[in-house]
T-cell receptor
Framework: AQSVTQPDIHITVSEGASLELRCNYS??????LFWYVQSPGQGLQLLLK??????LVQGIKGFEAEFKRSQSSFNLRKPSVHWSDAAEYFC??????????FGQGTTLQVKP | DAGVIQSPRHEVTEMGQEVTLRCKPI?????LFWYRQTMMRGLELLIY????????DSGMPEDRFSAKMPNASFSTLKIQPSEPRDSAVYFC?????????????FGNGTRLTVT
């Protein structure tokens, strides 16, 4: 079955440090892939998306993600984390029936 | 652009009562989704509509849940009767087209507590 997996439930980084959040998917063909961010008490907001073409995609708030077919991964990165980046991050991909499947989410805590 | 608007933001009700959650999608979007978020199960798609027509309701937990979209600018999710296990945050999202390649725009959710 198609699935999206985020191996890390909780990650803590120091402000100014680099960040990488992992996402793995299982699909037959190249999927569309998304990263969303959810701040407390808010809905999810799109950070970036990959459809085709350049495997390194840029998003809002200084985030980027790289699609690696060989590893079935779409990891989210940011070179220098800010305290305001503390939130929950979701990787997602549509199923073959059109449903958007979300990973379990990774909660990011930023230490001062 | 006002975004997806959900009401109420918070709802506290007693077991057995009827609950109605409301959603106004972004104007021009033709797909609407209802999600439920809990700590245990994460984000679950309950139902989605395309051009006001329910396309997939396989995520609706049971007959106590129903959703309608009478027009392009309004949708409701109703729980009757409500149970404590229905306590969750319910999100509405809309997109221009299906979710395959159209990003979803989420509302801020309705936090439902059933006592």
């Amino acid at each position: 079955a198609q699935s999206v997996t985020q191996p890390d439930i909780h990650i803590t980084v120091s402000e100014g440090a680099s960040l990488e959040l992992r996402c793995n998917y299982s699909y037959g063909a190249t999927p569309y892939l998304f990263w969303y961010v959810q701040s407390p008490g808010q809905g999810l907001q799109l950070l970036l998306k990959y459809f085709s073409g350049d495997t390194l995609v840029q998003g809002i708030k200084g985030f980027e993600a790289e699609f690696k077919r060989s590893q079935s991964s779409f990891n989210l990165r940011k070179p220098s984390v800010h305290w305001s980046d503390a939130a929950e991050y979701f990787c997602a991909a549509p199923s073959n029936t059109g449903k958007l499947i979300f990973g379990q989410g990774t909660t990011l805590q930023v230490k001062p | 652009d006002a975004g997806v608007i959900q009401s109420p933001r918070h709802e506290v009700t007693e077991m057995g009562q009827e609950v109605t959650l409301r959603c106004k999608p972004i104007s021009g979007h033709n797909s609407l989704f209802w999600y439920r978020q809990t700590m245990m199960r994460g984000l679950e798609l309950l139902i989605y509509f395309n051009n006001n027509v329910p396309i997939d309701d396989s995520g609706m937990p049971e007959d106590r849940f129903s959703a309608k979209m009478p027009n392009a600018s309004f949708s409701t999710l109703k729980i009757q009767p409500s149970e404590p296990r229905d306590s969750a945050v319910y999100f509405c999202a809309s997109s221009q087209g299906g979710s395959n390649n159209s990003p979803l725009h989420f509302g801020n959710g309705t936090r439902l507590t059933v006592t």
